[in-house]
Each structure stands twice: as structure tokens, then as C-alpha cells.
């Protein structure tokens, strides 16, 4: 493990990073993080005199720089980010020009719309209604409304300052908008409403539809709260959301279809030149979202190692991707999202090959099976603190169900653009709605039919922080003990428990 964090360097960037974001949220240090950015400059430029350069009891002072300068720079950059989510604006009704930002959610009663107001974000509550249904990501609205500041720890995480409802008629749509310059989010946004139309022409029924639209564009503003239980009950939730499973289909999709190129050192260069930029174009397709773009630049330095032969999807790989979001957004620390997936690929990397070294089988659809079953547990452990401590739930089907749900899902992914490629070079016809739709009704009416076995879902659990943490703790120490192999980790396991046993006996 120490080996392996070693040769990590951007992972260990990372876990310095994390907790200057997280000092800054708890703490308001600001006038503190120029003197310690500026003091761990000067103990790193110590570092290189050269009487200390020489001696090894003194090679620390760097790497104690780097990471006093990690955790300053962190607590920086979220200062920055969290002051765009304290509102700026006044008190009272007053005129706004908002521009919408994203896809808007029907609720009972209104759509919710994430909008630009000041160059800040905000939340608005439009009347629902036939105008109010017709509105787009890049609109723009004349609104005259209250805003009132957010208080929410979890809004304010995601960049929101204010929100508002806005009654009927007290908001229109702009017809000449402020002139802006090219977005690519707004053109993602729109190229994926446009292939939405298509594919709810091919595929009428909406259950399907929904399903359809989740699994190859992202897009869940369509499925009812019943299909997502269905699909959080029997764990197979993280099909919904594009992700890294979705970018991994999609890859050996192409990685088969370009297969003709050879093996070769200079033809997997080429198909990698061809790969990863179909895998952006998927990424455009898709809305751009945070999950999206991490899924995308983990997979973009798998390929451009794969075509060097070298072995690139590492710890390392995945501390790059982290590293880079979180510069850029230190806030999407706290996106639900971010953290399982990162906690399912640093799992998966951890404890799946220790995991397949324990069977190996020469019948390729035994080992299929063994690899899946190894990935999926792999993944479940690793998310299953974070999965209870937000959802209250744990799945104990979650390997029949992957079993069952990701080989649909692969061809579902590559049966869909098949027939709307079809669609648009032939027309409309039921013979390509038909397949389609059946096996969307086949894979819905599976997980429907595994959400009712009985004692299949632990619900109701409600743990707190530090339970969470505590749970967490044990499950890398018992991982220790297995990989390592030292006695050590037992004892610091059996503490850990003593702990949490003497917490519950003698609250305080």
C-alpha cells in the first residue's frame, strides 16, 4: 500500500487537497491561507539550499511544503468558490434578467429552473404552465421577484446563493436576449434535447422511454420516483447516471469496432487517436455533466496509456482526474455524485484483484461471470458507507442484479444508436421500435421482479458522520490485514471497535 501511494503522486496531492477544502468550509481562515501558501513556498525553496540538499534527514521539508501548499491552495480556491454562493444582491421585489442553465425539473406544481442572476446561481420556481413548459437551457427571463439568500449547507455546496418562486405574472421570456458569445454547455445541451426527440419517437412507452433516456444521454428529469426506488432497491442506481460504466461500454464498443487496425504499438496509437475523441463526442452528447467529464478524463488517460503499451488506469490515473476537478471546482467534493465515483474506481482498483486471484477458470463464461461478480462487489464495497450514510439503504442483491443489468445494459447501448441511426437514414417504422422497447420492457419488468424478493433490501438505516467514518475506517483496516498481512492492523481493527463499543455504552 505505501508502495503504491508512492508511486500515486497526484493521489497524494489530493488527500492534502481535501482537507484544506474542507478547513475552509468549517473555518473562515482567509486572511491565514496567504501566510501559509507563502510559508510552505519558503520551507520548499529551504529544501533545495544546497548543505540540506544533500542530506537525506532533511529531504522531508519538500514534501512538508508541498503539502502545507496543497492544503493553502485549497483553502483559496474554495474561499473563491464559496464566495459566489453568498448572495450579493438587495432585499425586496426587484427586476432580474436570468438566463437558465440547465434542463428545467417538473415538480407537482412548478418547473425548477437553475438560472444566472448577477453572475451568480440561483433557483427559481416557475408556475407550471404551457409557456413554462416550452422553456430551455440558455433562455433568458425578465423576472421580478424576491430573491431571499440560501442558508442550506447542501445548496450552497453546489454554488447556489438565492432562490425565489416567481409567481404568474411576474416573469416572461425575453425575445431579445443579451448577445453572448459560444457556449459549449448550452450546445451540448441542445444537441442531447435534439436526440432525445428522436429517440421518444422510436420508443413511444414512456417507463422505456425514461429508462432509454437515462442510460444513453443522462437524462433523468423523465423517470418517476417508482423506477428510481426500483433501481436504488435492487442496486443498480449507477446505471442511470452516465458514468464510467456507460464511457467503458461505449469504449469496447469501439475498441471492437476499430479492432482491424492491429495490436501493434503504432496501431493502437491510431485507434486511440480515433477513440478518444468519439468518447468526448459521446461526452457532448450527454449534457457535459460532472459525472460525465470525470468519467471522460479517467478513460482519456487509460487510452492515451493504453496506446504508449504502458499500464496507465492506476491509482494515479484516478488522482489526475480528481486533482484537476477539484482545482477547478473545489466544491464538487461534495457532490454525491463525485464521491461514489471515485470511491467505487479506488475500490475497484484496491480490492478487485485480490478479489479475482482467489478463482480462475478456463470456460470463458465462468470467468466472465467471476470478473463481473469480483467488479461489482469490489465497487459495492467501496461505496457502501457513502450508499447508507445518503440513501438509508443497502441492497443485498446487488450481484444478481449487476449480473443481470449490466450485460443489458451493453446492449441496450449499442442497439439504441443502431436503430436511431436507422431511424434517420429510413423513417419511423415499428420493426426498429420493436426490439428496442421489448427488451426495455424485459429489463425493467427483471429488477421490478427482484425489488420484491423478500429480506433483498436493508432500508431504514440512518448512521451518522461519524458512524460513517467509523464504518469506513474499519473496512480499510480489515482491508490492510488482508493485503498486508500484519498483525499491526488487527490490533488497531480491534481498537477501532473497542471505540465505537465504548461510545455507545457511555454516551456523553
Known amino acids: 500500500m505505501n508502495k503504491t501511494l508512492h508511486q500515486a503522486v497526484f493521489l497524494r496531492l489530493v488527500l492534502f487537497f481535501i482537507p484544506g477544502i474542507m478547513i475552509r ?87 425548477l429552473c437553475k438560472v444566472k442572476v448577477n453572475n451568480q446561481k440561483a433557483i427559481i420556481y416557475v408556475p407550471a404552465d404551457s409557456l413554462a413548459s416550452t422553456l430551455l437551457p440558455s433562455d433568458w427571463l425578465a423576472i421580478s421577484v424576491p430573491f431571499e439568500k440560501v442558508d442550506q449547507m447542501y445548496l450552497r455546496k453546489q454554488g447556489i446563493a438565492a432562490r425565489a418562486f416567481v409567481y404568474k405574472g411576474n416573469w416572461a421570456k425575453m425575445e431579445n436576449p443579451p448577445k453572448q458569445g459560444f457556449n459549449l454547455r448550452f450546445s451540448s445541451l441542445k444537441c442531447r434535447r435534439v436526440l432525445l426527440h428522436h429517440l421518444r419517437e422510436l420508443i413511444p412507452d414512456e417507463k422505456p422511454a425514461a429508462i432509454a433516456s437515462a442510460i444513453l444521454f443522462g437524462y433523468v428529469n423523465d423517470l418517476d420516483a417508482d423506477l428510481r426506488q426500483t433501481f436504488a432497491a435492487t442496486g443498480s442506481a449507477h446505471i442511470l447516471s452516465v458514468s464510467g460504466l456507460h464511457f467503458s461500454i461505449v469504449y469496447g464498443i469501439f475498441y471492437f469496432l476499430f479492432s482491424f487496425l492491429g495490436n501493434g504499438r503504432k496501431g493502437m496509437m491510431f485507434r486511440q487517436l480515433i477513440i478518444i475523441p468519439l468518447m468526448w463526442i459521446f461526452a457532448f452528447l450527454t449534457g457535459m455533466g460532472p459525472s460525465v467529464i470525470r468519467a471522460a478524463i479517467m478513460l482519456s488517460l487509460w487510452g492515451i496509456g493504453n496506446g504508449f503499451l504502458f499500464r496507465a488506469f492506476t491509482l494515479n490515473t484516478v488522482g489526475v482526474a480528481a486533482f484537476f476537478m477539484l482545482l477547478y471546482n473545489p466544491l464538487y467534493l461534495f457532490d454525491v455524485g463525485f464521491q461514489l465515483s471515485f470511491s467505487a474506481v479506488l475500490a475497484i482498483l484496491l480490492i478487485n484483484p485480490y478479489l479475482t486471484a482467489l478463482h480462475e477458470s478456463r470456460n470463458p463464461v465462468i470467468r466472465y461471470v467471476w470478473e463481473l461478480s469480483c467488479v461489482s462487489t469490489s465497487a459495492q464495497l467501496g461505496t457502501a458507507p457513502l450508499s447508507i450514510y445518503y440513501f438509508h439503504q443497502f441492497p443485498l442483491l446487488y450481484l444478481v442484479t449487476n449480473i443481470f443489468a449490466i450485460p443489458l445494459t451493453g446492449l441496450l447501448m449499442f442497439l439504441i444508436p443502431a436503430s436511431l441511426s436507422l431511424q434517420f437514414l429510413l423513417g419511423n417504422h415499428s420493426w426498429l421500435t420493436y426490439p428496442v422497447n421489448q427488451l ?44 498486508k498481512k500484519r498483525i499491526i492492523y488487527v490490533y488497531l481493527l480491534l481498537l477501532l471497535v473497542a471505540l465505537q463499543v465504548f461510545y455507545y455504552l457511555c454516551p456523553f
Request: charged share 15%; hydrophobic share 50%; proline share 4%.
Open 440 to 483: 426495455l420492457v424485459f429489463f425493467i419488468s427483471g429488477l421490478e421482479w427482484l425489488e420484491v424478493i423478500p429480506h433483498g433490501l436493508i432500508n431504514n438505516l440512518n448512521p451518522s458522520i461519524c458512524e460513517t467514518l467509523c464504518f469506513s475506517l474499519c473496512g480499510l483496516l480489515f482491508l490492510l490485514m488482508w493485503i
Open 25 to 111: 468550509i468549517h473555518w473562515d481562515l482567509v486572511s491565514c491561507w496567504y501566510y501559509i501558501a507563502v510559508f510552505s513556498l519558503l520551507v520548499s525553496a529551504i529544501s533545495f539550499i544546497s548543505p540540506l540538499n544533500h542530506r537525506y534527514s532533511w529531504r522531508w521539508l519538500f514534501g512538508f511544503g508541498l503539502s502545507l501548499l496543497c492544503i493553502s491552495s485549497a483553502g483559496i480556491l474554495t474561499d473563491n468558490k464559496w464566495a459566489e454562493s453568498e448572495w450579493k444582491g438587495k432585499d425586496g421585489i426587484r427586476d432580474y434578467q436570468v438566463q437558465i442553465l440547465d434542463d428545467p425539473v417538473r415538480k407537482p406544481k412548478t418547473w
